[in-house]
C-alpha cells in the first residue's frame, strides 16, 4: 500500500499548492534576484541625469500699460483707432508659439550654453530635444499663457523660462512699434497729401480769379470806365453783388488794374486756404511722435519663477518601487521555472 501512495503522488498532476511550496523552498533565491533587480534600479536611479521644471505664467496686459501706443489716436478716426489690450495679448500670444521665436532662442542662447561644439550632424537631435524641453500652453478662455522649461540645472530652467517670455515680449513690442510708426506715417502723408491739393486748388482758383479780372479789365477799358459809377439807393446792392460776377468791370481799370498785379504778385496762397496751419500742426506732430519700448508693456508676469527644488525625473522613489515588483515577479518567475523542471524530471525518472 505504501508503493501505491507513493506512484500517486509521482503520477498526480503539479498543482497550485505544490508552486507555492516549491517557490517558498526557493524564496532565498527570490530575495537574491530581487535585491540584485533593485540594486540596478536604485543605480539607473542615482546615476541619471535629473531634469528640473520651470513653470511661467503670463497674463494679459492693462489698458495702463499700453497707454503710450495710444498717444495720438484717441480720436479714433482711419488707421488710428485705439490700441486694445486683447489685441496687444493676441500679438503676444502669437510671438510665443511662433517657430522663429524658437528658433531665435535655440541659435541665442540654447546653443550658447552649450559646453562641448555642435556638429552639423547633431543639429536635428538638439533641436528636437530643445523642443521637447519648451513647451507653451496657452488658456484661450482666460487669454494668458504658461511657459514651461525642463533643464538639468534648476536654475537655469527658472532663467530660460523668463527669458523666453522676455524675448516673446520683445518681439511684440517691436511688431507693434512698427505698426504704431506706420499709421502715423500713413495719416501723416494723408494730410499732406490734402494740404498739397488744397494748395494746387488755391492756385488754380487763383489762375480763374486773374482771369476774370484780365477779361473784366478789358471791358471798363472799352468803355472808359476809370471808377466804379455812383448809383442810386434802390439799385445799389443789386449792381454790388453782380460786380462779383458779369457786372465785373463796373469796379472800373483802376480796381482791377489793382487786384490783378496783387494776385500776380502773391508769393503764396497759404493764407487763404482754410485750416491749412491745423493740418500742417497734425503732420508735424505724426512726423514726431515716437515710441519707446520701455513706454509699455506687451504682457504682465504672474508671479516669480521659483527655482525647482525637486526634479521631475527620475523618480526615484518610483524607481525603487518598480525594482521590487520587478524583482519579486523576475525571482517567483524563475523559481517557478526550476521547480516546474524538478518534477518534470521526477516524473521522467518513474
Do not use: H
Amino acid at each position: 500500500m505504501r508503493n501505491d501512495l507513493e506512484r500517486f503522488k509521482q503520477e498526480r498532476e503539479f498543482d497550485i499548492f505544490d508552486l507555492t511550496e516549491g517557490v517558498w523552498r526557493q524564496r532565498w533565491l527570490v530575495l537574491v534576484v530581487t535585491a540584485v533587480v533593485v540594486a540596478v534600479f536604485a543605480i539607473y536611479a542615482i546615476a541619471v541625469t535629473p531634469v528640473y521644471q520651470a513653470k511661467l505664467n503670463v497674463q494679459p496686459p492693462l489698458d495702463s500699460d499700453i497707454n503710450q501706443l495710444n498717444v495720438g489716436r484717441s480720436d479714433g478716426k482711419g488707421l488710428l483707432v485705439p490700441i486694445t489690450a486683447k489685441f496687444v495679448n493676441d500679438v503676444y500670444l502669437r510671438n510665443l508659439q511662433s517657430n522663429v521665436l524658437r528658433q531665435m532662442f535655440y541659435k541665442r542662447v540654447y546653443l550658447a550654453s552649450l559646453v562641448e561644439n555642435v556638429d552639423g550632424e547633431s543639429q536635428a537631435g538638439l533641436y528636437a530635444k530643445f523642443n521637447a524641453q519648451f513647451l507653451v500652453g496657452i488658456n484661450q478662455s482666460e487669454r494668458y499663457a504658461t511657459v514651461t522649461v525642463l533643464a538639468e540645472d534648476p536654475k537655469q530652467a527658472a532663467d530660460w523660462a523668463v527669458r523666453y517670455a522676455e524675448m516673446a515680449g520683445e518681439q511684440s513690442k517691436k511688431e507693434l512699434m512698427e505698426r504704431v510708426a506706420s499709421d502715423f506715417k500713413v495719416e501723416a502723408d494723408n494730410i499732406q497729401q490734402s494740404i498739397d491739393s488744397a494748395r494746387a486748388k488755391a492756385k488754380l482758383e487763383r489762375d480763374d480769379r486773374i482771369a476774370q479780372l484780365t477779361e473784366a479789365l478789358k471791358i471798363s477799358r472799352s468803355i472808359g470806365l476809370e471808377k466804379p459809377p455812383i448809383i442810386e439807393n434802390n439799385l445799389s446792392s443789386e449792381v454790388s453783388a453782380g460786380m462779383n460776377g458779369s457786372l465785373m468791370y463796373m469796379r472800373g481799370s483802376k480796381a482791377l488794374e489793382s487786384e490783378i498785379q496783387n494776385l500776380q504778385t502773391r508769393s503764396s496762397d497759404d493764407p487763404f486756404v482754410n485750416n491749412l496751419r491745423e493740418r500742417e500742426e497734425q503732420v508735424a506732430v505724426y512726423r514726431s511722435l515716437k515710441v519707446s519700448p520701455d513706454q509699455f508693456s506687451v504682457y504682465r508676469q504672474d508671479g516669480v519663477v521659483e527655482i525647482p527644488e525637486r526634479p521631475i525625473k527620475p523618480r526615484k522613489a518610483l524607481l525603487v518601487a518598480v525594482g521590487i515588483f520587478a524583482g519579486l515577479f523576475l525571482g517567483i518567475f524563475i523559481a517557478l521555472v526550476r521547480e516546474a523542471w524538478r518534477f518534470r524530471q521526477a516524473r521522467l525518472r518513474t
